[in-house]
């Protein structure tokens, strides 16, 4: 059902206009803010934590 969720919202954003990336990075945060138990701090640093030394993969979007 989550994933249902999750994709709803995906799709939901791409037909009103946003960008992927943007609505990529929306939905998700905004599923993990309301169905996980992390705070936005720890997810931002995760987030950094995993890209710290693979700039490579920053140039992917």
């Known amino acids: 059902m989550e994933v249902a969720v999750l994709f709803i919202m995906v799709v939901g954003l791409l037909l ?3 960008p992927i990336a943007i609505a990529l990075g929306l939905s998700s945060v ?3 803010l309301v169905l ?3 705070s ?3 997810i931002a640093q995760t ?3 995993a890209m710290a030394g693979h ?3 920053l ?3």
Do not use: M, N, R
């Open 16 to 18: 009103i206009g946003t």
């Open 30 to 32: 905004t599923f993990l």
């Open 36 to 38: 996980g138990d992390t």
């Open 40 to 42: 936005l701090a720890s």
């Open 47 to 49: 987030f950094f934590q």
């Open 55 to 57: 700039y490579t993969l």
């Open 59 to 61: 140039a992917i979007p």
